[in-house]
Nanobody
Framework: QVQLVESGGGLVQPGGSLRLSCAASRNIFSIYTMGWYRQAPGKQRELVASITSDGSTNYADSEKGRFTISRDNAKNAVYLQMNSLKPEDTAVYYC?????????WGKGTLVTVSS
């Protein structure tokens, strides 16, 4: 079993930045694809960004150029740097770890973009 714990959410003004962190309870980055998803009120959960075990990244079109996913294998952590935040980025952000059919989720961290 793997526990994922997100942190770094909060209230930020439009145009601001936040950095989300996800810590894993054990070293899984060598084989797991790590991802950030978000779920806004009344909407389905959607992929924001992911990073594979070999470092390949993937972003949703609306986040390209604004968000950056990265990881620190030594710290068993994955990060999401979010810049130029918009009100529509308001959501609960979830960390995900996936290896074939095995999948783990964190409990989420709330990001609110509002003036």
């Amino acid at each position: 079993q793997v526990q994922l714990v997100e942190s770094g959410g909060g209230l930020v003004q439009p145009g601001g930045s936040l950095r989300l962190s996800c810590a894993a309870s054990r070293n899984i980055f060598s084989i797991y694809t790590m991802g950030w998803y978000r779920q806004a009120p009344g909407k389905q959960r959607e992929l924001v960004a992911s990073i594979t075990s070999d470092g390949s990244t993937n972003y949703a079109d609306s986040e390209k150029g604004r968000f950056t996913i990265s990881r620190d294998n030594a710290k068993n952590a994955v990060y999401l740097q979010m810049n130029s935040l918009k009100p529509e980025d308001t959501a609960v952000y979830y960390c995900n770890a996936r290896y074939f059919l095995v999948e783990y989720w964190g409990k989420g961290t709330l990001v609110t973009v509002s003036s």
